[in-house]
Nanobody, 124 residues
Framework: VQLQASGGGLVQAGGSLRLSCAAS????????MAWFRQAPGKERQFVAA???????HYADSLKGRFTISRDNARKMVYLQMNSLKPEDTAVYYC???????????????????WGQGTEVTVSS
């Protein structure tokens, strides 16, 4: 599967953005999907994941502000980000894992496919 992330941009603190991840090449329903982010000078960080059955998992620090969703028919995964903070500034990546799980999968090494990233900048 190929992944293409989009929707990043510059937003003021307190604002919202919706990121999109378009999948091609395979049925999206066969993949466990996630969003990660990487801030300058920092390691890639887990943001959210969604299972085949649309069960969602979030990084503890982001619960309540971010929402992951999927539309298998459109082969799309979304990340709605609300109440954005300057510390949310990062490049956001969507990722796909071939195997489903009942549990949250937070390690980037466990994902098989990656999009190119979309940059989010939150100004104070």
């Amino acid at each position: 599967v190929q992944l293409q992330a989009s929707g990043g941009g510059l937003v003021q603190a307190g604002g919202s953005l919706r990121l999109s991840c378009a999948a091609s090449g395979s049925a999206l329903s066969s993949y466990y999907m996630a969003w990660f982010r990487q801030a300058p000078g920092k390691e890639r960080q887990f943001v959210a994941a969604i299972t085949w059955s649309a069960t969602t998992h979030y990084a503890d620090s982001l619960k309540g502000r971010f929402t992951i969703s999927r539309d298998n028919a459109r082969k799309m995964v979304y990340l709605q980000m609300n109440s954005l903070k300057p510390e949310d500034t990062a490049v956001y990546y969507c990722a796909a894992r071939r195997y489903d799980s009942d549990f949250v999968v937070k390690e980037s090494i466990d994902y098989h496919y990656w999009g190119q990233g979309t940059e989010v900048t939150v100004s104070s």
